[in-house]
């Protein structure tokens, strides 16, 4: 299926690692009342993209891979609408939110072009 030996050696695997790191560490600047609705919400969709990624990886057919690529792909619009909704409410700054939102596209793009060759 690829060249590669493991799934580790995929660089959107690794962007998306760091991605989710920095959204583990932004979720406690929540208010204590969203840790638990949007923060959680966030951690779930930072932590989905590498784990699909990966478990796709790991299926061993195309057609598997494929399909949770395009899950993970779906993660990373869905925690790019949640990182969007708390600069909405005030709850984390542009600042703060600039490398996250930055690293999620990047991460999206080398989704894309993973699928893109894929489906080939």
Not at 10 to 21: F, H, K, N, S
Request: proline share 6%.
């Amino acid at each position: 299926m690829s060249p590669l030996n493991d799934f580790h050696e995929l660089e959107a695997w690794q962007r998306a690692m760091d991605l989710a790191v920095l959204v583990l560490g932004a979720t406690p600047q929540l208010p204590a009342a969203e840790r638990f609705g949007l923060g959680a919400q966030m951690r779930a969709a930072a932590v989905s993209i590498p784990s699909n990624i990966a478990e796709g990886y790991g299926r061993g057919t195309r057609p598997d891979y494929l399909r949770f690529l395009h899950m993970a792909r779906g993660s990373a619009n869905e925690l790019t609408t949640l990182l969007l909704l708390v600069e909405r409410l005030g709850y984390l700054t542009p600042i703060s939110l600039e490398p996250m939102l930055e690293l999620l596209e990047r991460v999206r793009a080398m989704m894309h072009k993973l699928i893109a060759t894929l489906a080939r």
